[in-house]
């Protein structure tokens, strides 16, 4: 096994979406996206909404998000009037108002807002919502208070995802992130009384002074709180691009084989604890949705990561947020003041986007059904761009017992579900033909 880590443990996109955004090209004009959004609404299964607030008291040093740090609580109001700027700015040009089927607050930070805030804002864009609607939030324990947890309640938030990344008081100090576990517990136990449906822990493996010992403590303290999932992150580390990791000490890294025993040791101790691997890095406890949602094969992946359910078009809100139309994929203008610039101009804040191709749609269901079933059937293989390589791949992969490939059906084995990435890399044409010029995280 450790050969085959050695092996496959090299640079892919993580694919939350097909083609990846550096290799997006044919960018939709406004009139053209909103016209792709027109055509795939339909109002019984309505859209699905994704806000993001970017903002952040305190840098986390090893942060591939896009956030603005700020301990200035008055940019809130403001925020807010830009995001709904952009909101009515939709409304205008689709010409009516959407019924939303899911909004996931993501960041930075959501809870930077207050409570009071975070409700006028759900409450302005949900004014039409299905009846399974579903309000998910990416919160950090250390600024959310009992009057975010109740109000969440409030407006019908009920999937809570917490920035954890490791308890260990030497690696919290390496990242600049001091969290108790302690203070931790005292939340969950909030929410535990509030009774959430779900309560997610993100935990990172391969941060500055992680070890073997470190991790399982970790885990031991997680254990204590039992969250309903839990989402296992390799360390993304990319200093090149990302320049506030250059305060991370590279001595501090553990190298390689050392983060690959934390992977491994981490696994073992979530299966442990009853934990089932449900997608790429997603762990769950047998009764939650996400688990459900395998074994009913209804899960889904977005640029969110894993969902239980998902309408043909995602509506990304905020700067750098994504947008889905099916037809086609649009990001918003990273920095903040390039977002209010354009909103202020009365334009779309549209900054990078790509229209799919028949190949592009062909590949991306293939990668989404081996992303969230293990296995996917190719209808028309030889139609699939580079297919005698693709094939030379797969047959590779299947004699180092990773996959099974017969009668056109792949199945991703079991010891080969952690190099689904680089599965799902054999059939990416634009990674074969720009890999060497794109940098991407490691896969494992
Ligand atoms: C928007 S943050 C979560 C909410 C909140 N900002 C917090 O940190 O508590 C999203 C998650 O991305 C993950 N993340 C950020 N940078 C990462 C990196 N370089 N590699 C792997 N995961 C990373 C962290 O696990 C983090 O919890
Ligand atoms: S990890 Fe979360 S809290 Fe830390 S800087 Fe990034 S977005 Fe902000």
């Known amino acids: 096994m450790k050969n085959l880590l050695e092996k496959y443990n090299r640079q892919g996109p993580r694919y939350t979406s097909y083609p990846p955004v550096p290799f997006w090209k044919n960018k939709p004009t406004e009139m053209e996206w ?11 299964t309505g859209m699905d909404l994704y806000v993001h607030i970017p903002f952040c008291e305190k840098l986390c040093y090893y942060c591939a998000c896009n956030r603005v740090i700020t301990k200035n609580k008055g940019v809130q109001e403001h925020f807010i009037e830009l995001l709904l700027t952009e909101w009515a700015m939709y409304k205008n040009l689709l010409g009516f108002t959407p019924v939303i089927n899911s909004l996931h607050f993501g960041g930075g930070t959501p809870t930077f807002l207050s409570p009071e805030n975070l409700e006028i804002l759900i409450h302005a864009l949900t004014t039409k919502k299905t009846a399974g609607f579903v309000g998910s939030i990416e919160i950090d324990p250390r600024v959310t208070t009992k009057e975010h947890l109740e ?149 889904h992946r977005n640029f969110m990561g894993y969902v239980d359910k998902k309408s043909p078009i995602l509506l990304g809100l905020g700067p750098t947020s994504i947008s889905d139309s099916s037809m086609s994929f649009m990001q918003n203008e990273k920095g903040l003041s390039e977002y209010e610039l354009r909103l202020k101009r009365g334009e779309l804040p549209l900054a990078i986007g790509h229209t799919h191709n028949q190949d592009d749609l062909n590949v991306q269901k293939i990668i989404l059904d081996l992303m969230c079933t293990d296995e996917s059937i190719l209808e028309s293989p030889e139609n699939l761009p580079y297919w005698p390589e693709v094939q030379l791949e797969l047959t590779n992969m299947a004699s180092d017992g990773i996959l099974n490939f017969q009668n056109k059906k792949l199945t991703i084995l079991p010891e080969g579900k ?20 794109t940098k991407f995280s490691k896969t494992i």
Request: charged share 30%; with cysteine; aromatic share 12%.
């Open 34 to 44: 909103v016209n792709h959004l027109q055509m795939n609404y339909h109002a019984e």
């Open 151 to 299: 109000c969440f309640k409030r407006i019908n938030i009920t999937r809570v995802s917490l920035g954890i990344q490791d308890f260990d008081k030497d690696v919290q100090k390496a990242i600049n992130r001091m969290q108790s576990f302690e203070m931790v517990e005292s939340l969950v136990k909030e929410m535990r009384l509030l009774n959430f449906e779900s309560i997610n822990f993100d935990v990172i493996y391969g941060l500055p002074k992680q070890n073997i010992n470190s991790i399982e403590e970790t885990f031991r303290l997680i254990r204590k709180l039992k969250p309903d999932l839990i989402a296992f992150y390799s360390y993304a580390h990319l200093p090149d691009k990302i320049k506030n990791q250059r305060l991370i000490n590279e001595d501090d890294l553990p190298k390689a084989e050392v983060k690959l025993s934390l992977y491994e040791k981490g696994k073992e101790l979530l299966a442990m604890d009853g934990y089932h691997d449900v997608g790429m890095d997603h762990f769950a406890l047998p009764h939650n949705f996400l688990f459900i949602a395998k074994n009913e094969n209804k899960l």
């Open 418 to 437: 952690k190099f689904t990435r680089n599965i799902a890399m054999a059939f990416d044409y634009y990674f074969r033909e720009k890999m060497p010029l």
